[in-house]
């Protein structure tokens, strides 16, 4: 079993920045994918950011250049953790963000954080 724990979201202006962490706890030697998605009112949720065990990333087209993805797999420690950083806000990128790990035996969701950007 894999546990997740995120950061609290907030409330941000346009332009502004704004860094989520997702730390999972438990059984999580055999991650091979850590990401976050999105889901804004009335829409479908979508991936936002993934990062594989071996680094490469993979960004939605709309936060490329802003978002950055990164992972700490602490060594000795039953956790990884997840961050997102997130620049240059936009109205668009209001959601609520949710982090997501994957192992060969389930996929594990954290219970979501909301994000508001607004001036």
């Known amino acids: 079993q894999v546990q997740l724990v995120e950061s609290r979201g907030g409330l941000v202006q346009p332009g502004g920045s704004l860094t989520l962490s997702c730390v999972a706890s438990?059984?999580?030697?055999?991650?091979?994918?850590m990401g976050w998605y999105r889901q804004a009112p009335g829409k479908q949720r979508e991936l936002v950011a993934m990062i594989m065990r071996g680094g490469n990333t993979n960004y939605e087209d709309s936060v490329k250049g802003r978002f950055t993805i990164s992972r700490d797999n602490a060594k000795n420690t039953a956790k990884n953790t997840v961050y997102l950083q997130m620049n240059s806000l936009k109205l668009e990128d209001t959601a609520v963000y949710y982090c997501q790990v994957a192992s060969p035996r389930a996929h594990y969701w954290g219970q979501g954080t909301q994000v508001t950007v607004s001036s």
């Open positions: 438990g059984t999580v030697f055999d991650i091979y994918v």
